[in-house]
């Protein structure tokens, strides 16, 4: 599976607002994307919560997976940009 490599920009990591943004885009993409750390299990990218159970702070890398090369970029980019500015 496609997969890119970013780190996360939002200045609390990945909690719950970011994580309900990147949530919603994954699921009005219609693509499975997949959110993991580096030599951690992926985790669905559609579910909030599953994002969360990441644990991925500030500046932490973060595997975006998926078949859909649209919505690899786009979730690769909400991951790299700071979501609660």
Known sequence: ????T???????????RPAAIIAEAVTN????VTLSLDGG????A????????LGAGNGAQVTVSSEDPAALAAIAELV?????A
């Not at 970013?6 to 719950?16: D, Y």
Request: aromatic residues 0%.
């Open 29 to 32: 993409s219609g693509a499975e």
């Open 41 to 44: 299990e992926p985790v669905d």
């Open 6 to 16: 970013v780190t996360v920009g939002s200045a609390i990591g990945l909690h719950a």
């Open 46 to 53: 559609g579910s909030a919560l599953m994002i969360m159970t």
């Open 80 to 84: 790299a940009k700071d979501l609660d």
């Open 1 to 4: 599976m496609p997969e890119k």
